[in-house]
């Protein structure tokens, strides 16, 4: 049920800004706190989240709702009576709240019961009470997630294969391990640290929260957990030492986290849409992003500045990035189907070649160790090897029977791991 504007003051902001004023966020909720929360979740939330925001107001963190809208709030704490809030819902001031019809009795007999006590507040915020009301709908019949993203262990003994709620862990050239689970919606992003002794893992719920994972890989154990960002994580990359793990959201943002504590190092802002893919140069000391903003960002890792112009001329979102080996070159691609490749100076970088990829968008991009071949990924359902230096093609895997999401390369640059919608990974030689 939608929630009509009052001037410029929805009435999920006026009841939201009254209740801060009256108290802190923090501890246990009081009983009639929790049942307006509630019913503000599900009668506002779905016009007033981090996306859409009816009167310039977002529910959707503490710090938004501090923000307000654009008028203050028709509502005197302590006194239902008075408050504009009240009338509306009541249908004795246009316009009526809500706009497809009035609150059940009880409904109103809550919020009256919540504006008279001072209007406290409540614990935890409106997007999470919404979301536990959602139904956990199960598949009848036993379906296979997609791979969304793929890593080979460093010494090649084990690769990572992110999907819907978990991490499975398996056997180069085929078989399961073992499975991580408890992971929120999709695992977009996968890493090893350098020293193989650390699984990242990137997920989270979208328009809501970013989770980063740590897990050991030899136990399976989980490590330490935590949630960053304001959406879901699409990249995450370990710092050539393992300390440092970056991370890239929808919510445009990148941010730089310490392994060892969890603890936030920087957040490095700069895109104006959403960053999909991440990496370290090998002495890392720079980070490039690629992002749906059409551009490639290269950041100074120890001051969070951006290096130059960004590295631009694609047409469309980027998906996918690769720094070559020595650190003098990244590759990009995405929407328009075109790889391009930027040489990197000191501040700032220019296109040496590019090339017409594939017959629909390219979602994931690899290197070999070496640096000679890099790899892409097709929404057409192809997987095509190029020279890395001229990207004059070598060769073409025939066409896949489920689109490819992702790609990881072995150590040993001999095998390529295929991750695809259909849920399945296949292994290939590497030419």
Known sequence: MGVRIYGSVSLAGSLLLAALVSGSAGGRSRPEAAAAGKILARECYSCHNQVKREGALSLHTYQTLM???????????????????IQMVEGLLEPIMPEDGFLEDQDIEALRTWVDAGAPPWQGDLGRMRLERLPDIRPTETVRPEVASLAFHPQGTMVAAGSYEEIRLLRPGGGVDARLTGLAETVRSVAFSPDGSRLASGAGMPSR??????WDPATRQLVR????????????????????????????????????????????????????????????????????????????????????????????????MAFYPGGRRIAAAGMDKMIRVWDLGEEGGILAVSVFSHDGPVVDLSLTPDGNTLISAGADGRVKFWDAGSLEEKKALPAQPDTVLALAVSPSGET????????????????
């Open 209 to 214: 929260f970013g989770e980063i994972k740590i």
């Open 67 to 85: 923000k307000g809208g654009n008028n203050g709030p028709p509502l005197v704490p302590g006194n239902s009576d008075e408050s504009r809030l």
């Open 225 to 320: 957990s935590w949630e960053g960002h304001t959406d879901c994580i699409y990249s995450v990359a370990f710092s050539p030492d393992g300390s440092v793990l970056a991370t890239a959201s929808y919510d445009r943002l990148v941010k730089l986290w310490e392994v060892t504590t969890g603890r936030e190092i920087r957040t490095i802002s700069g895109h104006v849409d959403a960053v999909y893919s991440l990496a370290f140069n090998a002495s890392g000391d720079r980070l490039a992003s690629a992002s749906a903003d059409r551009t490639v960002k290269v950041w100074d890792v120890a001051s969070g500045r951006q290096l130059g112009t960004p590295l631009s001329g694609a047409t469309a979102e980027l998906f996918a």
């Open 416 to 431: 390529l791991a295929v991750g695809r919608y259909d849920g399945m990974v296949v292994f290939e030689p590497i030419p």
